[in-house]
Antibody, heavy 119, light 108 residues
Framework: QVQLVQSGAEVKKPGASVKVSCKPS????????IHWVRQAPGQGLEWMGL????????SYAQKFQGRLSITRDTSTSTGYMELSSLRSEDTAVYYC????????????WGQGTLVSVSS | EIVLTQSPGTLSLSPGERATLSCRAS???????LAWYQQKPGQAPRLLIY???TRATGIPDRFSGSESGTDFTLTISRLEPEDFAVYYC?????????FGQGTKVEIK
């Protein structure tokens, strides 16, 4: 079993940046992507992007191009999601997820990180 | 970008009834790369189905998925009290991936 442990809640002002971390614990993951998905209050799930931790390649939703950076630290197996130029509409719970590992579906999700953007 | 349209927005049913949820893709998606998730308030999504019709580990067999062209269906054969939640479809066949807007299954 794998747990994805995310960093704690953040409160940011408009125009600032936020960086959320996601660290797998438990069994060692072999070949996987870390997805980032957000959910605004009372709204649905929104796919933001993902990273292949082994090679560092990324894919982003067009909506976030230029504002979103997904990275990883291979030494700690930690994934990061950084969103810049924050606005009030970015207030949401941000989740990381590992849906497949080595071709096997597991559907692991982090506990979510609430990011509040307010002046 | 593939747009997933879920219907209905809300489904009002009683325990024991059958629930049929639809997810329509705006373009053809090859090799059935579609998943379904269940989400309850304050919780992360839970994987139910992947590859359009394969149940995830530990998911009861009252949940089933099917596909016909660009139309995908999640069926809950007999609703249990714990099944009342919001359900999302998710396409992962190409980038960018997308989610549908969700269907809420509520108690009638």
């Amino acid at each position: 079993q794998v747990q994805l442990v995310q960093s704690g809640a953040e409160v940011k002002k408009p125009g600032a940046s936020v960086k959320v971390s996601c660290k797998p614990s438990g069994h060692t993951l072999i070949s996987y992507y870390i997805h980032w998905v957000r959910q605004a209050p009372g709204q649905g799930l929104e796919w933001m992007g993902l990273i292949d931790p082994s090679g560092g390649s990324t894919s982003y939703a067009q909506k976030f191009q230029g504002r979103l950076s997904i990275t990883r630290d291979t030494s700690t197996s930690t994934g990061y999601m950084e969103l810049s130029s924050l606005r009030s509409e970015d207030t949401a719970v941000y989740y990381c997820a590992v849906l497949r590992d080595n071709g096997v579906w597991y559907g692991y999700w982090g506990q979510g990180t609430l990011v509040s953007v307010s002046s | 970008e593939i747009v997933l349209t879920q219907s209905p927005g809300t489904l009002s049913l009683s325990p024991g009834e059958r629930a049929t949820l639809s997810c329509r893709a705006s373009q053809s998606v090859s090799s059935s790369p579609l998943a379904w998730y269940q989400q309850k308030p304050g919780q992360a999504p839970r994987l139910l189905i992947y590859d359009a019709s394969t149940r995830a580990t530990g998911i009861p067999d009252r949940f089933s998925g099917s596909e016909s062209g660009t139309d995908f269906t999640l069926t809950i054969s007999r609703l249990e009290p714990e099944d009342f939640a919001v359900y999302y479809c998710h396409h992962y066949g190409r980038f960018p991936q997308t989610f549908g807007q969700g269907t809420k299954v509520e108690i009638k």
